[in-house]
């Protein structure tokens, strides 16, 4: 897994994970309790490590 080449927070992991599954960013926000935003804050910090 590429994530492994890069420090990223459990959180992290966990989210990089979820979207590796295929959950929606909708879905993930709503598992993990926060906003749909914070999610897709995130996957611009993955597109920018190109981990998807």
Same mark, same amino acid.
């Given at each position: 897994? %590429? *994530?492994?080449?890069?420090?990223?927070?459990?959180?992290?992991?966990? !989210? /990089?994970? /979820?979207?590796?599954?295929?959950?929606?960013?909708?879905? !993930?926000? *709503?598992? %993990?309790?926060?906003?749909?935003?914070?999610?897709? *804050?995130?996957?611009?910090?993955?597109?920018? %490590?190109?981990?998807?």
């Amino acid at each position: 897994m %590429l *994530s492994d080449d890069y420090k990223l927070t459990e959180r992290e992991k966990m !989210i /990089l994970k /979820l979207l590796e599954e295929k959950c929606p960013p909708k879905e !993930i926000a *709503s598992k %993990l309790y926060v906003s749909t935003h914070t999610i897709k *804050s995130y996957i611009r910090k993955f597109e920018v %490590l190109k981990l998807i």
